[in-house]
């Protein structure tokens, strides 16, 4: 596939900026100061930090099995897709209810956004997106595969359908990925010219840091490169980054922590009356609260009503109103934190 033809004219002729690293004794080229203070040990904060990320970018290459040369760094994901979007131009496609910044970053840049519904058991519609993909030929469609907030996993031969048809990039948005497990997307890159993965550092255990990546062909990544700010990834970030992918199984077990929560928490919800959880691959369950009434004003009022009293327990969840009106969705949280929830939810219900 030639991406130079997809990329954005402004773009295209655009050379990446370059922070040269010239190995020296003495360095005085780059007016930083030269009084520092180490916050951790070998964390050099006076100078700039490594613009490359190359030691994280190669510690992430080996875990997921790719060339460094495949992969770009992102102050989050969310960074990569603000990068895209300024990279390819719209319009841009995502379904709905996803993600809101696919939509945010679209309209910040003055690029249509186009919004293709889900079907209902919250797939992808890909009839629609077919003709979308004929009638308005998207630069970019964004798949968030665990979906943030309904929590599944798209059919992957829905998701494979659309990478085949499309024209344009297609970002399978796997922030969500260590939740759920399947990892069918990076190692077939190659395959795909027009594949991208993202995924981030942010939803297990490293939000603070700010800390995404971008997957794709050496091609794409070169462009969309150019309009990367320098040192988008500080120097602390790279450093703790880097020490917690060398310390995986702790992560690791996080995750599996989180997991067998969810199925607990979701097996818990599936019994409670007033309720109805979605199964999720994700670190989150979306959930309807029934109103007395059935209706679906009185749902609305009634997922209020919990969400509010929920609040006053000093329970916060997030009130899906506007994007999936009637629901509410609870992150997994401890062992402790979940029960809490629990218990609060039934005396409400
Ligand atoms: N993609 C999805 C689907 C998300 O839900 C989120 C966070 N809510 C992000 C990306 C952004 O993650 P990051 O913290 O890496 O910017």
């Not at 943030?148 to 996993?153: V, Y």
């Amino acid at each position: 596939m030639n991406i130079r033809r997809l990329v954005k004219p402004n773009i295209r002729g655009l050379k990446a900026y370059r922070a040269e690293e010239i190995p020296c004794r003495v360095k005085l080229d780059a007016n930083e100061s030269p009084y520092g203070f180490s916050v951790l040990r070998s964390v050099r904060i006076n100078r700039y930090p490594d613009p490359e990320a190359k030691t994280l970018r190669g510690l992430v290459a080996r875990e997921f099995r790719v060339k460094p040369e495949n992969i770009l760094h992102g102050n989050g994901s969310d960074e990569l897709i603000y990068n895209l979007i300024a990279t390819f131009g719209g319009p841009t496609a995502y379904p709905v209810p996803t993600f809101s910044m696919y939509g945010i970053l679209s309209q910040a840049l003055n690029e249509t956004g186009i919004e293709i519904p889900l079907d209902e058991k919250f797939d992808l519609d890909t009839e629609r997106f077919l003709g979308v993909i004929k009638k308005r030929k998207p630069k970019l469609i964004f798949l968030s595969s665990p979906n943030n907030p309904t929590g599944n996993r798209f059919s992957s031969d829905r998701i494979w359908k659309i990478i085949k048809a499309s024209k344009g990039m297609v970002v399978v948005d796997e922030a969500y990925q260590p939740f759920s497990g399947r990892n069918e997307f990076l190692p077939l890159l190659g395959k795909y010219g027009n594949l991208i993965v993202l995924r981030t550092l942010s939803k297990i255990g490293l939000a603070g840091l700010r800390v995404g990546f971008m997957m794709a062909g050496a091609d794409i990544i070169n462009e969309v490169n150019k309009v990367r700010l320098p040192f988008n990834l500080n120097s602390l970030s790279q450093h703790v980054a880097v020490a917690a992918l060398r310390n995986r199984e702790r992560m690791r077990s996080y995750i599996r922590s989180v997991v067998s929560e969810r199925k607990r928490l979701f097996k818990e919800m599936k019994k409670t009356e007033g309720i109805e959880p979605y199964p999720s691959q994700a670190n989150f369950i979306l959930f309807r609260i029934r109103g007395n009434a059935g209706s679906v004003s009185a749902n609305r009022n009634a997922a209020d009503r919990i969400y509010e009293g929920l609040l006053h327990k000093g329970i916060l969840v997030r009130n899906m109103k506007g994007i999936f009106d009637g629901c509410l969705r609870v992150t997994i949280g401890t062992p402790r934190e979940n029960t809490a929830f629990l218990k609060a939810l039934r005396q409400l219900l």
